[in-house]
Each structure stands twice: as C-alpha cells, then as structure tokens.
C-alpha cells in the first residue's frame, strides 16, 4: 500500500522560508521520480518541482531560484525548501509518486504566506 504523508507547513511572513518533507511508503522510492504540487483556494493544482531517481530536477518558473527540492533516498523522504516566500505561495501542497499506472497523492501540508 503507497503511502505518502507531508508536513512542514505553517504560516510565514513574506521573505520566510519552510521546509516540506514528504515521506513515502509502500514504494521502492530510490526508483521513483517524486513530484510536489500546490492548490491554491479557487485555483487548479500546479506542478511545483520534481526530482528524477538520478537526482534531476525541474522547476515552475514561479518558484525557480526560490524553492530547491531535494531526497533522502535512506529515509524514503523529498523534501522541499522554500526561500524568499510571496503571498502568492500561499496554497496546500502535495506531494506525488506515479506507480504502475497509478497516481498516488498525500492530504497536502499548508503553508501560508502573509504579514
């Protein structure tokens, strides 16, 4: 059974930064690539970052130079680092594995963003 359970969230002042730890289960995670995703209230889910098995990353160009993703592969844990924080961050965020066909998601951690 994939299981997938992120924390980390909290409410900052604009300029803060939060770590966000996804942690896995169920899965061989050294081979999978991991995703995060956000929601913002109102809005569709936005692919965040992501990280390949060999370490590659990609970026959405909103966070690019902001956020780092990064795993320990030991712990089945991605992690998600977030420097220079904008109100506009402001959403739920979720972390995603792919596993033979199916999507697996955690409940999402908050994170807020406001002075």
């Known amino acids: 059974q994939v299981q997938l359970v992120e924390s980390g969230g909290g409410t900052v002042e604009p300029g803060g930064s939060l770590r966000l730890s996804c942690t896995t289960s169920g899965i061989n995670f050294k081979l999978y690539t991991m995703n995060w995703y956000r929601q913002a209230t109102g809005q569709q889910r936005e692919l965040v970052a992501h990280?390949?098995?060999?370490?590659?990353?990609d970026y959405a160009d909103s966070v690019k130079g902001r956020f780092t993703i990064s795993r320990n592969n030991a712990r089945s844990t991605v992690f998600l680092i977030m420097n220079s924080l904008k109100p506009e961050d402001t959403a739920t965020y979720f972390c995603?594995?792919?596993?033979?066909?199916?999507?697996?998601w955690g409940r999402g951690t908050h994170v807020s963003v406001s002075s």
């Open positions: 990280i390949t098995s060999n370490g590659s990353t």
């Open positions: 995603n594995v792919r596993d033979r066909g199916s999507l697996f």
